[in-house]
C-alpha cells in the first residue's frame, strides 16, 4: 500500500516549493493562533496558491468557530479540514455538512486507553491522525514534537485512513512504520531546525525516507 506523507506547518514559500518538490501527498496550513507555525490569512493564500493542485491543502485548526472555518476557507480553500482541539463526534459532523469538506480529526494518544476515543469519530471524519497527548499543564494542544508508545497501534484497525503523528523525523520514521505499519505519516517540527523554521533538506530526507521505508516492508513481504 503507498504511504500517505503529510508535511505540516508550512508557512514559507521555501518549505511549500520544498514539500511540493518532495512528492508529499498533503501540506498543513495551521491557523492555531498559539502555534509557532501559524500563518496569517493573506501569507496561507499565497502558500495554497503556490501548492494547489500539487498536492493536497489541509487547514489545521483547534475548536474554530463558523466565522473562523469561513474565514480560512475563504483564504487558503482547502482540500481538507483537520481538527487538532476537543472538538466532539457531533462538531465534526456538522462541520463536515455545513462546509462541504472532509475532515481529518486528530486523536491526542498517551497510552491504550485512548483509542477507546476514535470511534464515534470513525463515523464522522473522513481520516484520523494520532498524536501525543500535551502533558498536563500544556498551554496549548498539539503534540509538542514528542513521539507516543507507537506499539498501542500495532495491529489495529480503523474504518477510516490514519496518520501517524508526534515527534516522527528521518530518524525513526522507519522504525515507526515497522511497528505499527501506519497508512500515513505527518511531521511538523521532524523537518524544523526550530520551533516553526523549516528546513527544505529535511522536509526533502523525511518523504524519501518515509516512502523507502515502506518500499523495504513490502519487499519483504
Not at 67 to 89: K, N, R, Y
Amino acid at each position: 500500500m503507498s504511504l500517505l506523507v503529510k508535511i505540516c506547518g508550512v508557512n514559507s514559500l521555501e518549505a511549500a516549493d520544498a514539500t511540493v518538490r518532495a512528492g508529499a501527498d498533503f501540506a498543513g496550513l495551521n491557523f492555531y493562533a498559539r502555534s509557532p507555525r501559524n500563518v496569517r490569512p493573506d501569507v496561507a493564500h499565497a502558500l495554497a496558491e503556490r501548492m494547489r493542485g500539487r498536492l493536497r491543502l489541509v487547514a489545521v485548526l483547534c475548536d474554530p468557530s463558523d466565522a473562523d472555518l469561513q474565514d480560512v476557507i475563504a483564504a487558503a480553500a482547502p482540500d481538507f479540514i483537520q481538527f487538532h482541539g476537543s472538538e466532539t463526534p457531533e462538531r465534526v459532523g456538522e462541520v463536515r455538512s455545513r462546509f462541504g469538506l472532509p475532515v481529518i480529526k486528530a486523536i491526542a494518544v498517551a497510552d491504550a486507553s485512548d483509542l477507546a476515543s476514535p470511534s464515534p469519530y470513525e463515523q464522522v471524519a473522513d481520516m484520523l491522525l494520532f498524536d501525543a497527548k500535551p502533558a498536563s499543564g500544556a498551554d496549548r494542544t498539539g503534540g509538542y514534537g514528542t513521539p507516543f508508545d507507537w506499539q498501542i497501534l500495532r495491529g489495529r484497525k480503523f474504518a477510516r485512513p490514519w496518520l501517524l503523528a508526534g515527534g516522527l523525523d528521518s530518524e525513526n520514521v522507519g522504525r515507526a512504520l515497522r511497528i505499527c505499519d501506519a497508512p500515513g505519516v505527518d511531521t511538523a517540527s521532524g523537518v524544523e531546525t526550530a520551533p516553526g523554521v523549516k528546513d527544505v533538506n529535511l522536509i526533502a530526507e523525511f518523504v524519501q525516507t518515509a516512502r523507502n521505508a515502506r518500499l523495504a516492508e513490502g519487499a519483504e513481504i
